[in-house]
């Protein structure tokens, strides 16, 4: 058991060894190619396990030495990963929708919801300064109602019918638009 210990860890010793021996590859690569948020240690893990690729498939009498076969799989590797670098930075440009090609009216409809910030802001406000006088009821409705709550189970909480519920969200939302109507935004 010691002797298969022994020689992983001189398998590692030899493997840095190597590695440093090759270290001038991973530093040349790092200065020609620029992989977004790599760091230093980044280009040294990539260049150990090009290392590691490269001493598991090599063929001696292939008519290439060793470090030229571990600098051309090195480089492969960093292409590949410049390769997934570019698919995930094209990735939004595909998503992307052109105004022109599906016309303004597509366009507003998809960001319909965004004019109505500046109007639920203001009614949040509202709410908040007491501004829009509710009932009890009203008010508790309506809270229930904005978080998702349907109006019968608003009613069970409340001890309140479907229909007095139903009442009160009417209420609280013609209030609402009363008090909107006048307002400017």
């Known amino acids: 058991m010691k002797e298969t210990t022994r020689l992983e860890e001189i398998d590692g010793i030899v493997f840095e060894e190597m590695f440093s021996q090759y270290l001038p590859i991973v530093y040349s690569m790092q200065s020609r190619y620029l992989i977004r948020d790599f ?12 290392l590691n690729d490269a001493l598991r498939s090599y063929r001696q009498g292939q008519g290439t030495t060793f470090g030229l076969y571990y600098k051309m799989v090195f480089e492969n590797r960093i292409r590949s990963l410049l ?28 960001f319909h919801y965004h004019e109505c910030v500046e109007e639920s802001i203001y009614i949040s406000e509202m ?59």
Do not use: C
């Open 39 to 50: 760091d230093a240690d980044d280009w040294l893990q990539e260049g150990r396990i090009a």
């Open 83 to 110: 390769r997934r670098q570019q698919a995930q930075k094209r990735l939004a440009q595909q998503q992307a929708v052109s105004i022109e090609k599906v016309g303004l009216e597509t366009f507003s409809e998809q």
């Open 127 to 185: 709410l908040l300064s007491g501004e829009l006088t509710l009932s009890s009821l009203e008010k508790r409705a309506l809270y229930f109602y904005l978080k998702g709550e349907e109006p019968w189970t608003i009613g069970l909480r409340l001890g309140e019918s479907e229909k007095a519920v139903h009442n009160a969200l009417n209420r609280a939302k013609n209030k609402l638009k009363k008090k909107l109507s006048t307002a400017k935004i």
